[in-house]
Antibody
Framework: QVQLVQSGAEVKKPGASVKVSCQAS????????IHWVRQAPGQGPEWMGW????????KYARRFQGRVTMTRDTSLTSAYMELSRLKSDDTAIYYC?????????????WGQGTLVTVSS | DIQMTQSPSILSASVGDRVTITCRAS??????LAWYQQKPGKAPKLLIY???SLESGVPSRFSGSGSGTEFTLSISSLQPDDFATYYC????????FGQGTKVEIK
């Protein structure tokens, strides 16, 4: 079955960077974009961008451009999201996610989430 | 960027009630809309895709409708397991989520 397993919780100081990993299994890794979505406490989900594991192409949401970098390692079937110049309002749960299937859009699979806390 | 606006933000209802949640897009997104249910401490769960298609395993009391800029999620007879927060999401451009509607016990 499809699984997305993320790295553990992180605590960072303002101005630092964080890198979250997402290991995929149960399907052909290069077939589906990996998206990153974050959710701040009490807020709705917020899309950050995607990476195409097939060729490494990326697309970032406008508000994160210049601060986010998404990469992948096909040998490890893993995707990574690095966010730099962290601020307190970057405190959130960060999810990797994948669409349900080729004919079914919508997010069908989510990682378990990684809590990133930014605090001095 | 496309903005998604849900209403109401909070909906108080009783078991057995029919409830309707509205989602409006700032521009036409055709039928490229999904609905999710989220419970505390969990990732969102896909309920509806392409505005009105029911995801496999989701009870038939859930239904979606709409196209263009106006969409609705309806629950025909609210069950105890349905008290949760619901989000709409457009995937016409990238992925934009609404701010959520919390369905709480009246």
């Amino acid at each position: 079955q499809v699984q997305l397993v993320q790295s553990g919780a992180e605590v960072k100081k303002p101005g630092a960077s964080v890198k979250v990993s997402c290991q995929a299994s149960g399907y052909t890794f290069t077939m589906y974009h990996i998206h990153w979505v974050r959710q701040a406490p009490g807020q709705g989900p917020e899309w950050m961008g995607w990476i195409d594991p097939n060729n490494g192409d990326t697309k970032y949401a406008r508000r994160f451009q210049g601060r986010v970098t998404m990469t992948r390692d096909t040998s490890l079937t893993s995707a990574y999201m690095e966010l730099s110049r962290l601020k307190s309002d970057d405190t959130a749960i960060y999810y990797c996610a994948r669409r349900r299937s080729v004919p079914i859009p919508g997010v069908g699979y989510w990682g378990q989430g990684t809590l990133v806390t930014v605090s001095s | 960027d496309i903005q998604m606006t849900q209403s109401p933000s909070i909906l108080s209802a009783s078991v057995g009630d029919r409830v309707t949640i509205t989602c409006r897009a700032s521009q036409s997104i055709s039928y490229w809309l999904a609905w999710y249910q989220q419970k505390p401490g969990k990732a969102p769960k896909l309920l509806i895709y392409k505005a009105s298609s029911l995801e496999s395993g989701v009870p038939s009391r859930f239904s979606g409708s709409g196209s263009g800029t106006e969409f609705t999620l309806s629950i025909s007879s609210l069950q105890p397991d349905d008290f949760a927060t619901y989000y709409c999401q457009e995937y016409y451009s990238y992925w934009t989520f609404g701010q959520g509607t919390k369905v709480e016990i009246k």
